[in-house]
């Protein structure tokens, strides 16, 4: 006989279970009931941890981020640092980019909602791995404090995702050199 999974484990076997049907199936055909059959428990279950199909969607969606934030890479030099971990979300999370946008169009569509809406940055590590990362580049006395707002510590990252959701493909070192050179760059100093 199996054992009962409780508290954290069982949480993580239903946000699994949930980003599983979302990556096999797309928000369109995510349904509780494949959750619950997934991970191998029962409705009231879910229930009692998110009262709808959209919280729990949300839910997945944070737990999948958080599961994949990246060390923040500590070279000595701002430029350096945010080329290093542009070049390691390059390498590594485009399938995940996309799979994101391309699983969860219908929800935006029938929830009036966009990407931002659903993961918090400070929820899933992001902000914080981020803001170290500057925070680090003013303490070396790289860039000006007075000059970082949370639009522009994010624009770096966004441009890249804007890469990945026009091309499909990893951004070329040259497009990371020219985002970080040309433009973040002479927005911070």
């Given at each position: 006989m199996a054992e009962r999974r409780r508290g954290a484990a069982l949480e993580t076997a239903l946000l699994d279970a949930a980003w599983d049907e979302l990556a096999d199936h797309g928000y369109a055909r995510f349904t509780v009931d494949a959750v619950v059959k997934r991970a191998g428990t029962s409705p009231p279950v879910l229930y009692r941890r998110w009262s709808d199909r959209d919280?729990?969607?949300?839910?997945?969606?944070?737990?999948?981020?958080?599961?994949?934030?990246?060390?923040?890479?500590?070279?000595?030099?701002?430029?350096?640092?945010?080329?290093?971990?542009?070049?390691?979300?390059?390498a590594t999370r485009l399938p995940l980019v996309t799979a994101v946008s391309a699983y969860l169009a219908d929800y935006h569509q029938q929830t009036g909602t966009n990407p931002g809406d659903l993961?918090?940055?400070s929820a899933t590590g992001?902000?914080?791995?981020?803001?170290?990362?500057?925070?680090?580049?003013?303490?070396?006395?790289?860039?000006?404090?007075?000059?970082?707002?949370?639009?522009?510590?994010?624009?770096?990252?966004?441009?890249?995702?804007?890469?990945?959701?026009?091309?499909?493909?990893?951004?070329?070192?040259?497009?990371?050199?020219?985002?970080?050179?040309?433009?973040?760059?002479?927005?911070?100093?």
């Open positions: 919280e729990l969607v949300r839910a997945a969606i944070a737990h999948t981020l958080r599961k994949h934030v990246l060390d923040v890479p500590d070279t000595g030099s701002l430029r350096e640092d945010v080329l290093s971990l542009m070049r390691e979300i390059n993961a918090d940055p992001r902000k914080e791995a981020v803001d170290a990362l500057f925070d680090r580049a003013a303490g070396r006395g790289e860039i000006s404090p007075e000059h970082l707002t949370d639009r522009i510590k994010a624009l770096p990252f966004d441009l890249l995702r804007h890469e990945f959701l026009t091309t499909f493909a990893p951004a070329p070192d040259h497009v990371l050199e020219e985002i970080v050179d040309t433009i973040l760059l002479p927005l911070v100093r």
